[in-house]
C-alpha cells in the first residue's frame, strides 16, 4: 500500500491487492511483466523495478538469502541423499584429523520403492493417521468446550484460565517425564490410585494398546491449553449483540451456539485445526520420550521412525531416512492442499 | 529452592488483579441467568479441567522434594529434603547443560528477531514482486517436518565440524525460527495503523526511517512476544538437541533430563529436580509473555 502513496499511478501490482484468491493471481500478474519486459527493452523494465521496489527487496533480503541457506540448500540436499545409498559408512566425515570423502552413490527410486513396498511404512502411516486425527480431533472439541465455559462470567475465571495454561507454560519434554512417572507400571501413581480402587494395574507403556492410549492422552493434555486460548481469542471475537438478538428472537442455547459461535470460529478454527494437524503429524517429542516408539514399534509414528533409522538405529541409514522425510513432506502437503481446497469449496477466503 | 517456589506464586499473582472483574460485573448479568445447577456443573467442569492441567507438573514439584527411596510413594512430602537440587547441581553436569541451552537458546532469539523484523514489516506493508512466494516460503518452512532436514543438516554440520557446538544448533534451529518469527511480527505490523507510516512518509522518511523510528518502537510488544515464543520453541526442542548433541557435556537441556531415565538405570529423584530447574525459568517467561501471547496468535491466526 505504502509503495502505492510514494510512486503514484501504478496500477498493475495494486491489482492484487484485492484479489482473495492470491496465489494463482499473483503467480499471473509476475508473469505479465515479464513478458511486457521482454518486449520493452528488458534492462529499463528492470531498472524501474529495481528503483522502485529495492527497499521492499533490501529488507526482505536478509530472511531470503539465511531461509536459502540453512532451508533450501538442506532440503535440496536431503532430496539428493534419499536418491542415494548414504549410510555411517560412507559419508563425508572427519575422523580425528582426518578428512574422509563422501563415496555414496546415486540409485535412483530405490529407496522409494524398497520403502513404498514394504508393509512397515503403511503400518506407521496407518497408525500416524490415528494418531493425528484421534488427538487434533480430541483436543478440539476439549478446547472449544473448555474455551466456551470460560467465555461465560464465571467467578474465578483468570484463576481457571491460568491453570488450564500451565501445560503450555512447562517445556514438553518436562511434562512427558513427568507423565512417564505417573504411567509407571509398577509404582506409578495412576496404578497405585487404581490399586487403591481394587482394579489391577494397567500397564500403561508396556502394551500396544495401552501405550497408544498413554500418548494421545499425554498429546492432548500438552495441546489443549493452546486450543483453548486460541478460541478464546475468537470467542471475544464475536459481537455480544448477535447473541441478543438471536435471544431476542427466541433462539435457544443451542441454536445459539450453533449458528452464531460455531461460524463466528470458523476462520480460526479452520487455521488452528491446520496448524495442529501438522504439529501432531510431527510430533516428536512425546513419542520418543515416552515410549521411544515402543512396545514392539506399536506407537512409532513416521517422523520418530525416521529419526530411529539415522540416528538410533546402527549403522545409520541416512539415505532411507532421508526418503522417510521427503514422503512425510509430500504427505503434509497434499494434506494441506486438499484441505485448503475443501475450505475454499465452503466459500472460506483464506 | 528458591528458583523453585516461583511456580505456585505466579498463579495468585496472575488471578489476583483479574479476580476484582467477576465481582464489578456480576451485577449486571445479562443474558439468561444461570440456575444453580448450571453454575455447579460449570464450576465442577473448569475444576476438574484444571486440574488435570495441574496436576502433573504439580506432582513433579512434589516429588522432587521426597528423598530418592520415596520418590513413588502416593503421600504428599513426608520428609522434605532438597537433596535432589543439591545432588542434581554439584555431582552431575546439569549447570553445563544449562549454559549450553541458554546459549543456544538466546542466541537463535536474538537472531531470529533481528534477521526477521524488517521482513516482517515489508511483507505487512508493501507490495512487491515475490512477495506471494516469499510468504508462502514462510509460511511452509515454519512447518516443515523435521524429519526431512535433520538428515542432510546433520550431514552438513558434521563435514563442518559444527556437531556438538553451540553455533550448529543455533543454525539448526534458525530454520524454524527465522520464518516463524518474520510471520508472526507480521501480524504485529499489521495491528499498526498504516497512517503512522504516511505521517513519516509526509515527515520525508525513508521507508528504513519510518520503520525503525515510527514503527519499531510502536510494535515492541510484538517483538517481545515472538521473542519470548522463540526462546520457548527452542528451550523445549528435543529431536535436534538429541541427535546433535552428544557426550555428557555437550548436552542442551532436554538430552540431559534423558540421560538420568534411561536404560540403564531411573533416577527418579534426580529427574524431577532438573525438570523443575528447567521448567521453572520456561514458565516464568511464559507468565510474563502469556497475556500478550493471545492478541498475538490469534493476530496472526485469523490474518493468516
Known sequence: MAVETTTGSRPAPAAGDGGSTAGPGRGSGGGDADRTGRKSGASGRLGRAVSRYWYAWAMVAPVVGVIGVIVGYPLLRGVYLSLTDADEANVERVIGVNHLPATYKFTGLDNYVSILGDSVFWDRLGWTVVW???????????????????????????????????????????????????????????????????????????????????????????????????????????????????????????????????????????????????????????????????????????????????FINSPRDFATSAAWGVLILVLLSLFTVVYRRALRRQGEVW | MAATETTPETAPAKSAPAKSAPVKTAAPRRRGERGPLAAFGLHAGLLAATAVALFPPLWLLVTSFKPKSESFSTAVVRDFTVDNYTHVVADTYFLTWLGNSLIVVVGTTLVGVFIAATTGYAISRFRFPGMRPLMWVLLITQMFPMAVLIVPLYNTMASLGLLNQPVGLIITYLTVAVPFCAWMMKGFFDTVPVDIDESGRVDGLTPFGTFWRLILPLARPGLAVTGFYTFVTAWAEVAYATAFMTGEENLTLAGGLQTFVNRYGSDWGSMTAAAVIIAVPAAVVFGFAQRHLVAGLTAGATKA
Open chain 1, 132 to 310: 493425528t486425527a484421534g488427538c487434533v480431533g480430541v483436543t478440539f472439541v476439549l478446547g472449544l468446550t473448555l474455551a466456551v465455559m470460560l467465555n461465560r462470567q464465571v467467578r474465578g475465571r483468570s484463576f481457571y484460565r491460568i491453570g488450564m495454561i500451565v501445560p503450555w507454560g512447562i517445556p514438553a519434554f518436562v511434562s512427558v517425564f513427568a507423565w512417564k512417572m505417573l504411567f509407571n507400571e509398577k509404582n506409578g501413581l495412576l496404578n497405585q490410585v487404581l490399586d487403591g480402587g481394587g482394579i489391577d494395574a494397567v500397564p500403561w507403556l508396556g502394551d500396544p494398546f495401552w501405550a497408544k492410549v498413554a500418548v494421545i492422552a499425554v498429546n492432548v493434555w500438552l495441546g489443549v491449553p493452546f486450543m483453548i486460548v486460541a478460541m478464546l481469542g475468537a470467542l471475544q471475537g464475536i459481537p455480544g449483540e448477535l447473541y441478543e438478538a438471536a435471544e431476542m428472537d427466541g433462539a435457544g442455547p443451542w441454536q445459539r451456539f450453533r449458528n452464531i459461535t460455531l461460524p463466528g470460529l470458523r476462520a480460526v478454527s479452520s487455521t488452528v485445526v491446520l496448524l495442529s494437524t501438522i504439529w501432531t503429524f510431527n510430533m516428536f517429542p512425546v513419542i520418543y520420550l515416552l515410549t521411544r516408539g515402543g512396545p514392539e514399534d506399536s506407537t512409532e509414528i513416521l517422523v520418530t521412525y525416521a529419526f530411529r533409522l539415522s
